[in-house]
């Protein structure tokens, strides 16, 4: 069996220390809300004059964590669900494709939708037949079409190709449904992210998308680097990566090839694409990637984040030069 690809498809003393980031001088598998989290504190036990407030981990945090500790975990992740792709239990066979576009697509996972929410936004687990095309091209390649709306209502439409043995059991799931059928009928988020913790602890669908989100920024940043770049170029390097990351993400608009020219719907466009890049920094880009980036090529840190971001991420800033995520 052909083993699933690696990657998605394709304020105090503390200022001065962030403001001079730079330390120099200037699918393998075997056989067989976004709300910024405010600083959380916890007392000691009141036991003397001595005792002091100490922080916890914010939610933020812990979720970058628990990403960069999933590079540890993904070939058994992906073993697991690869198996699973075979089993003879439907409701496990729903989970392990449901599983395959989490990682590979980065998608969310599709909670229940609160009562009195009627937004037609769709995740994976709420994705029904309507949402979704098998094609197979000439090719004899298996093929996806996707067209349903995302977080926000933004659109997404994209043909993406998966393994046969995904394409069969879609074709199974879908048989017999009508269009407003949920696919996957017989799973739920939360049985998704329960079976996740059974692998690694604090592993939910959504730490999938924070891990490709910063395995992205990171491969990028590296590649469209030049050492004999100017630090203007380099900062347009920084936003090109985030970019990619964005659009993997779902978090922006790709512009049509034939956009229009009239100028209120290009602002709409350039709004929508600013958002989208803001969303990704914020949410999902580990900061250590983007200090360590700063501090590698010299480039002040408060040039590629807001006095806002360099607040939330001021627990990053120790992040060394040879940082890794």
């Given amino acids: 069996m052909k ?11 503390n200022k001065e220390i962030r403001k001079s980031v730079p330390e120099k001088p200037l699918i393998s598998r075997g056989k067989g809300s976004s709300k910024d989290d405010r600083v959380e504190k916890k007392s000691l036990e009141a036991s003397g004059p001595q005792e002091v407030a100490v922080p916890l981990e914010t939610k933020d945090r812990r979720k970058l964590n628990n990403a960069r500790r999933l590079s540890r975990f993904i070939d058994e992740v992906r073993k697991k669900y690869g198996n699973d792709l075979e089993s003879k239990d439907p409701k496990e066979r729903q989970r392990a494709v449901a599983l395959y576009f989490i990682d590979m697509f980065v998608f969310r996972s599709g909670w229940k939708k609160k009562r009195g929410d009627e937004s037609e936004s769709a995740g994976c687990c709420l ?6 095309k098998l094609v197979k091209n000439a090719n004899q390649k298996f093929l996806v079409e996707f067209n349903f709306s995302g977080k926000d209502a933004i ?22 449904k009508s269009d407003e059928d949920y696919v996957f009928n017989l799973i739920e988020a939360n049985f998704v992210n329960a079976y996740l913790k059974s692998i690694m602890d604090g592993l939910t669908s959504r730490v999938f998308r924070t ?36 659009i993997i993400l779902n978090h922006k608009r790709q512009v049509a090839e034939k956009c ?23 949410y999902y880009i580990d900061p250590r990637i983007v200090v360590s980036w700063c501090r590698k090529w010299n480039i002040p840190v408060e040039k590629v984040y807001s006095e806002f971001q360099l607040e939330k991420f001021d627990w990053a800033m120790s992040a060394k030069a040879d940082f890794k995520f």
């Fill in 260 to 282: 229009t020219k009239k100028k209120e719907k290009r602002k709409t466009k350039d709004e929508e694409f600013e958002t989208g890049l803001e969303t990704s920094i914020l």
């Fill in 211 to 246: 891990y490709h989100a910063s395995q992205m920024m990171e491969k990028k940043l590296a590649e469209f680097t030049r050492a004999d770049d100017s630090e203007s170029r380099k900062i347009k390097s920084f936003k090109k990566a985030n970019n990619e990351v964005a």
């Fill in 3 to 13: 083993h699933p690809k690696k990657t998605p498809t394709d304020a105090s003393s």
């Fill in 127 to 132: 994705l029904r037949k309507k949402h979704m």
């Fill in 155 to 176: 659109p997404y439409h994209k043909v993406v190709e998966v393994e046969k043995i995904v394409y069969l059991n879609l074709k199974a799931f879908q048989k017999g």
